[in-house]
């Protein structure tokens, strides 16, 4: 996403249709060992009918455990020295924070099919994580941004966009949520749209500490005065399902996929990049440095680099993915979503999640705690 400000959709899917896998030949040696792999990985990103694909295609059986939060990747790394398991998915915009850590791989991308893949998308593997000079530690998996979700039975947007704003304002009191830290970010988006910051002042926060203690000083004193007017704090994508169909709220600041999943299950429910831009990222996969199935975590890539098995995927987890021709694969309603969900220029305005060093993510957990205790 290092291009984030110059994507469209040709070029994130580009050469759709263009590029067919062939089902890739396993070794023995995959199927002849534990024949399992142990990953952890963002909850809603491997739909059933795509994990018994993969164990009926292979032999190879996925002990899955899904997960809410880049936090929640690192500490269990941390707490077991890397062991456990095979595959886990950081953000790219994680790498500052695993590199000193020391708690992944290298990946043998001599066995990675590579140019399956968007070149850009690839690339933040090679730049960002090529710790110490030893190789990629990263691959691109799914891709994807954080935007506003909204009941189109009981509410719409004032414009022709929606704004990171509408999840604060009085008018939709108690009947809105989001992730506190990334909602805390897109108040302060809204917070310089609206001439309450100066502009720039968010992404300047990501510099120094300094900076950020200043920015994010403002931004928390904001949100607490308006923390009376969120229904909900969300933690992963089941939430934010229940949150809009079964908890009352009508418009919340999410991800892009449990929302469309939503809609294209036939749910009056619409997700849009906001009017100050939505934020992107792409979730990859790593290798922990205790990995103990290296075949079948290749297995697994090999499999997950298909255009028709991303494709198929895409349909039921409502995100998108790096694999060229992957959409070819997917459904109308898929391309459809997608369309509505990013209009106009939205795509040349999405902000990319920056980098984020330690020090930062110290110190916004300071203020994240700060309003969530409010």
């Known amino acids: 996403m290092t291009e984030a400000k110059k994507l469209s959709r040709r070029t994130v899917l580009k050469g759709a249709g263009a590029v067919t896998l062939a089902a890739p030949l396993y070794s023995k040696s995959a199927l002849a060992s534990s024949g399992e792999i142990n990953i952890m990985m963002w909850s809603d990103y491997l739909p059933p009918d795509f994990l018994s694909a993969f164990e009926s295609e292979t032999g190879i059986k996925v002990n899955y455990t899904g997960i809410g939060s880049n936090e929640e990747i690192i500490n269990k790394m941390k707490a077991t020295k890397g062991q456990g398991f095979d595959l886990v998915s950081p953000t790219n915009n994680r790498s500052l924070q695993w590199e000193p850590l020391e708690l992944l791989q290298p990946f043998d991308m001599a066995r990675v099919k590579i140019d399956a893949v968007n070149p850009a998308m690839a690339k933040i593997g090679t730049d960002a994580w090529n710790f110490g000079g030893a190789g990629s530690h990263w691959l691109p998996h799914i891709w994807g941004t954080e935007g506003i979700a909204y009941r189109t039975d009981l509410w719409l947007p004032a414009g022709d966009a929606p704004s990171y704003g509408d999840v604060w304002s009085e008018e939709n009191a108690g009947k809105t949520m989001g992730r506190a830290h990334s909602m805390m970010l897109g108040a302060g988006l809204f917070m310089e749209r609206s ?180």
């Open 195 to 374: 001439g309450e910051m100066e502009p720039g002042s968010i992404w300047s926060a990501y510099n120094d500490e300094e900076t950020m203690r200043k920015v994010w000083g403002q931004v928390t004193d904001w949100c607490i005065a308006r923390k009376g007017r969120i229904k909900l704090i969300w933690n992963d994508a089941d939430t934010q399902k229940n949150g809009l169909m079964n908890e009352g709220v009508i418009v919340g600041q999410t991800w892009d996929g449990p929302p469309l999943a939503l809609k294209a299950a036939g749910e009056p429910v619409h997700y849009q990049a906001p009017i100050e831009g939505a934020m992107a990222w792409v979730d990859g996969m790593a290798i922990p440095s205790g990995a103990a199935n290296m075949d079948q975590i290749y297995a697994f890539i090999d499999f997950a680099y298909r255009a028709d098995q991303a494709g198929h995927a895409i349909d039921s987890h409502g995100y998108n993915s790096p694999v060229l021709g992957a959409d070819a694969f997917s459904g109308d309603v898929y391309k459809k979503n997608f369309q509505e969900a990013y209009p106009g220029d939205s795509l040349a305005n999405l902000n990319p999640w920056p980098a984020e060093a330690p020090w930062y993510a110290d110190v916004r957990t300071e203020f994240v705690n700060k309003f969530t205790s409010a």
